[in-house]
């Protein structure tokens, strides 16, 4: 069992930027392909970024292409999202999720492929 806590959310304005933080208690977090959704109220859950268990390869839909950037530090066990140039749409609870992989360079992009999930944190964007 893993257990994935999100941290760095919170209110801002409109073209400023913030950083999530998700740490996973397990020693082994080299295994896992990791990646942030997200969701807003009334929508489906969304990818927003993903990147392979190696830090080789990273994906991001076209909404956040250019604005986020997912990077992982192996050695502390921990996945970031850097947001920048936030707009109001980037409004959404934001989860991280990990999947245990046996390629070092396979990224994942659907939802039910991962195993665990975070509790989420809030960010919100005002105009």
Known sequence: QVQLVESGGGLV???DSLRLSCAAST???NTYAMGWFRQ??????E???AI???DSRTYYPDSVKGRFTISRDNAK???YLQMNSLKPGDTAVYY??????QYAWTIYRRAEEYYYWGQGTQVTVSS
């Open 77 to 79: 066990n921990t996945v």
């Open 13 to 15: 304005q409109a073209g």
């Open 27 to 29: 020693r082994t977090f």
């Open 47 to 49: 990818l927003t970024a």
């Open 96 to 101: 991280c999720a990990a999947k245990p992989s």
């Open 40 to 45: 807003a109220p009334g929508k489906e859950r």
């Open 52 to 54: 392979s268990r190696s």
